[in-house]
């Protein structure tokens, strides 16, 4: 169940990323950033992160960029923490 719902919300959260950037190169109405570090912050941050890399969306942006990559170390630290406790 897990995997499914983090497999869904990096889907949910690359697409998010993908109609921003649509939308930012037809110039209409954009997604906010916050709630684009929200989809990250909920487990969307894998996808978050391959959406700015493969579609070099807001890669430059600061603070956003530093935000999402701090999002994204809380995760893995939360996954290691999760893995050794697992043992």
Do not use: C
């Not at 497999?7 to 649509?22: E, H, P, R, S, W």
């Not at 990250?40 to 959406?51: E, F, P, R, V």
């Amino acid at each position: 169940m897990l995997a499914f719902y983090l497999l869904a919300i990096n889907a949910v959260t690359f697409g998010a990323f993908a109609l921003d950037k649509q939308a930012a190169r037809r110039d209409t109405r954009r997604i906010p950033e916050r709630h684009l570090l929200t989809l990250a912050m909920i487990g969307g941050s894998g996808g978050a992160i391959a959406a700015q890399q493969l579609l070099r969306h807001k890669s430059r942006k600061e603070p956003f960029r530093t935000a999402l990559w701090s999002i994204a170390a809380l995760h893995l630290i939360l996954i290691a923490v999760i893995v050794y406790r697992a043992r």
